[in-house]
């Protein structure tokens, strides 16, 4: 089993910035892709960003193009999501997820939360106005 601990997340002001970090521990010989998604009040648990961990492309929700970065230590086993020129609507608790089976190699399916097995607790990340 797959272990996924998030850091970074806090307390910003709109056009700031904020680094989250999750290392994965235990059956990390079975990384196939490593994303972000986020969950405001009340709302579904949004893609974010995600990368794949044998060609190291990356993938981008159209709301954070352009300001967020997601990278990878393959040798620390750990990803990072760079979060630049935040908005209020950032605002929300932010998931680390991997795919231990490989159900998110094809087609649009890294996208799709249910294509990810081991997930984090979650970071809060709230920007202010």
């Known amino acids: 089993q797959m272990q996924l601990v998030e850091s970074g997340g806090g307390l910003v002001q709109a056009g700031g910035s904020l680094r989250l970090s999750c290392a994965a521990s235990g059956r990390t010989f079975r990384l196939y892709t490593m994303g972000w998604f986020r969950q405001a009040p009340g709302k579904e648990r949004d893609f974010v960003a995600a990368?794949?961990?044998?060609?190291?492309?990356?993938y981008y929700s159209d709301s954070v193009k352009g300001r967020f970065t997601i990278s990878s230590d393959n040798a620390k086993n750990t990803v990072y999501l760079q979060m630049d020129s935040l908005e209020p609507d950032d605002t929300a608790v932010y998931y680390c997820a991997a795919d231990t089976r490989k159900t998110t190699t094809s087609g649009d399916s890294l996208y799709d939360k249910y294509g990810y097995d081991a997930w984090g607790q979650g970071t809060q990340v709230t920007v202010s106005s």
């Open positions: 990368v794949s961990w044998t060609s190291g492309f990356t």
